[in-house]
T-cell receptor, first 113, second 113 residues
Framework: EAQVTQNPRYLITVTGKKLTVTCSQNMNHEYMSWYRQDPGLGLRQIYYSMNVEVTDKGDVPEGYKVSRKEKRNFPLILESPSPNQTSLYFC????????????FGPGTRLTVT | AQSVTQLDSQVPVFEEAPVELRCNYSSSVSVYLFWYVQYPNQGLQLLLKYLSGSTLVKGINGFEAEFNKSQTSFHLRKPSVHISDTAEYFCAVSETGTYKYIFGTGTRLKVLA
């Protein structure tokens, strides 16, 4: 089944403790992206990747890192999480660029205390 | 800089009535436009997209949208809604030649019996 998977689905952590949210797709997509969803703010793009080893900042990259060493994986790293990063995070992928449909993962709900 | 405005945060409508969800965007260059739907506790799913050509775009589940360049709008319509259309709807824009997305803040459509 074609899908985007994220792990973990739920995570509660403390301020400053490094964490990684994994994202994997099995559709051989070139484009991958991370978003955060907050009430009243909609989705905001954090980082995106056009292909392996090619990443760029979205609108809200501060406090996040990403890497794209393999085509299928695009992990999101929070090196020192803070409470304002409490949010619902979505990973998405598309065949190429923004003219193709994005397929979204199920989301990761992160709480930073 | 590009931006997306969804003026209505919530839209209640009775079953079998028509509905229009409004989306306006701001950009100095050509754009691609999208509508996504998010059902409760799920990721987003593409409803339809406008890349070029005909300004009336038909999508899944009986939805359609019309691109109006002069009014910089991309309103979503459905002639007769069903209870199962209850969801949150997001308008998104991507400027041509970029790989970034900007999403609106979302409109919650509640279909009443």
């Amino acid at each position: 089944e074609a899908q985007v998977t994220q792990n973990p689905r739920y995570l509660i952590t403390v301020t400053g403790k490094k964490l990684t949210v994994t994202c994997s797709q099995n559709m051989n997509h070139e484009y991958m992206s991370w978003y955060r969803q907050d009430p009243g703010l909609g989705l905001r793009q954090i980082y995106y990747s056009m292909n392996v080893e090619v990443t760029d900042k979205g609108d809200v990259p501060e406090g996040y890192k990403v890497s794209r060493k393999e085509k299928r994986n695009f992990p999101l790293i929070l090196e020192s999480p803070s409470p304002n990063q409490t949010s619902l995070y979505f990973c998405a992928s598309s065949l190429k660029g923004t003219t193709y449909e994005q397929y979204f993962g199920p989301g990761t709900r992160l709480t930073v205390t | 800089a590009q931006s997306v405005t969804q003026l209505d945060s919530q839209v209640p409508v009775f079953e079998e009535a028509p509905v229009e969800l409004r989306c306006n965007y701001s950009s100095s260059v050509s754009v691609y436009l999208f509508w996504y739907v998010q059902y409760p506790n799920q990721g987003l799913q593409l409803l339809l997209k406008y890349l070029s050509g005909s300004t009336l775009v038909k999508g899944i589940n009986g939805f359609e949208a019309e691109f109006n360049k002069s009014q910089t709008s991309f309103h979503l319509r459905k002639p007769s809604v069903h209870i199962s259309d209850t969801a949150e709807y997001f308008c998104a824009v991507s400027e041509t030649g970029t790989y970034k997305y900007i999403f609106g803040t979302g409109t919650r459509l509640k279909v009443l019996a």
